[in-house]
């Protein structure tokens, strides 16, 4: 089920931070990096979206990062998500990242209930609260 607060929509202050609950469901599309997805998602019957989706409470080294042991463990990161995410996904908690064209979601699958916790537990991926990241190891 989908859900949008109607009184946001009423009062025309919906904003990129109003979540939508979801659940929405998804194909996997694309592996982007280790802590973002790109995905089919359907909204409503018989329409559907091709997204960015960023995991929520994740961060992941980045691939093109200067530093080696930096790109060594983004690819570690990209192929754990590669391992986790695959068929039909799960958006919930659903709001506006701050790049355009973009969203953060919780994300799951039949097989890992929480992706980013996976990943976090797996120790590929940092926790993130979506503010400064901190800085790589290198």
Known sequence: MLILPLSSLASGKTSLRTPVEGPVEADLIAVIDGDTLLVEARPWPQHSVTVLVRI????????KAKCEAARRAANRAREGLLGLAHG???????SGDKYFGRVVADV??????D?????????????????RRTAPVC
Do not use: K
Request: glycine share 14%; proline share 3%; hydrophobic share 40%.
């Open 108 to 113: 799951s699958t039949s097989g890992a209930d």
């Open 56 to 63: 929520r409470g994740i961060d992941a080294p980045e691939l």
């Open 88 to 94: 039909r996904l799960r958006l919930t908690n659903i």
């Open 115 to 131: 992706v980013g916790a996976r990943l976090l537990a797996q120790g590929l991926v940092r926790a993130y609260d979506g503010r």
